[in-house]
């Protein structure tokens, strides 16, 4: 069955979706935080079938999340290690985390905690304002076009509701029931 792309849609999180929207994508890069690096040790700590784990892989790679480098000549074996783009992605793991905990952990708890080695504590993500460091709620937040949206898209009705000055994100009205 062939998927549909989203990498040409003029949305931020439908493009990283395109990349990273399934479990096996996500999995294998908290492996990859984790410390594994290596096929056979994906294969062994989640279980996933090796031909997915290729395909995984490969569009990691492909997309600049994973670098391969070889760590044995005879036979060639390849391990996988973050690149910056990748790296750049545990803050959404962790916040993946923080929400899962929140929501689905249960009366035991979280399965995995986050400790912070600078300061010394678990901690678990927060999303917050990059000027005034407040945590953010849909409800406090608009959206607007940036500079990168198609021109062409700008005056359709449909955009210009979606995109309305003052207009929260989300059903705010459905916080004050």
Partial sequence: MKRTSFDTWPCSIARTADILGDAWSLLVLREVFYGESRFDGFIG????????????????????????????????RHEYLLT?????????????SAWGDRWLAGDEGAPVVLHHTPCDHDTEARVVCSSCGEQLHHQDMTARTGPGYPARLLDTPAVR???APGRPLGDARADQA
């Fill in 161 to 163: 509701d979606r995109f």
């Fill in 45 to 76: 700590s989640l279980g996933i079938a090796r031909n997915t784990l290729t395909d995984r892989l490969r569009r990691l790679e492909a997309e600049g999340l994973l670098r391969r480098q070889a760590y044995q000549s005879d036979p060639v």
């Fill in 84 to 96: 910056d783009k990748g790296r750049d992605f545990f803050g959404v793991l962790a916040a993946i």
